[in-house]
Structures are given as C-alpha cells and as structure tokens.
Nanobody
Framework: QVQLVDDGGGLVQPGGSLRISCAGP????????VAWFRQAPGKEREFVAA????????YYADSVKGRFSISRDQGGSAAYLQMNSLKPDDTAVYSC??????????????????WGQGTQVTVSS
C-alpha cells in the first residue's frame, strides 16, 4: 500500500502562483507515474497533469497548458504541481495519484491506484 499526502494548498490572488506537493514513500515517483486531478464545487473530478516516472511522457489539460508544470524530486519521494497565472476557475481540491497507467489511461482516474487526500486551492481577490 502506498500512502500519498497532499500539501501546500491555500488562498492566492488571481495571477499569483502556488506550488502544491505530494509526498510518498521513498522512490514512489521513480516507480510509478504521477498525476494531478482536481474537483471544483459542483463539478466532476477532472484531469490536470500527468508524467511517467522518467518524464518521458508529460500531459496537461488544455485549460492549464503553459501555466502549470508537473515534476518530481530526484529521490522520487515527492511530486509537485507548480501553478502560475492562477485564475478563479482554478479553484478546486487538487489530488495527486500514482499508478501504472497505459498510454490510453494516463489522463483518466482509472489509470491510478494510489491517491492523496487532496488539498484546497482557492483563487480569489
């Protein structure tokens, strides 16, 4: 069992930046692909970003492309989502996920077995 812990959410003004993190056991993100999903109030959870353990395939939702960046640390125990130029529409609970998706499931919740508890990101003035 892999336990993931999301952290770093908070309140940020429109146009601001925030980096959220996902912590797991050592080498988690050198073993598994990692993804971020988000769920806004009254909406379904949606895909945000994903990357293979070696960074060979990186995907972003169109709504965040060019503003968000997914990464992991060298040891593989932490993954990050750097969010720039934040908009009110980015307000949501963000959750990380780890797993072994095939190419067609990299952007789907079903591709991931392990999930963090989520961290709230609120973009508001």
């Amino acid at each position: 069992q892999v336990q993931l812990v999301d952290d770093g959410g908070g309140l940020v003004q429109p146009g601001g930046s925030l980096r959220i993190s996902c912590a797991g056991p050592e080498r988690t993100f050198r073993t598994y692909a990692v993804a971020w999903f988000r769920q806004a109030p009254g909406k379904e959870r949606e895909f945000v970003a994903a990357r293979r353990w070696n960074g060979g395939n990186i995907y972003y939702a169109d709504s965040v492309k060019g503003r968000f960046s997914i990464s992991r640390d060298q040891g593989g125990s932490a993954a990050y989502l750097q969010m720039n130029s934040l908009k009110p529409d980015d307000t949501a609970v963000y959750s990380c996920a780890a797993g072994t998706p095939i190419a067609s499931t990299m952007r789907t919740m079903g591709g991931y077995r392990y999930w963090g508890q989520g961290t709230q990101v609120t973009v508001s003035s």
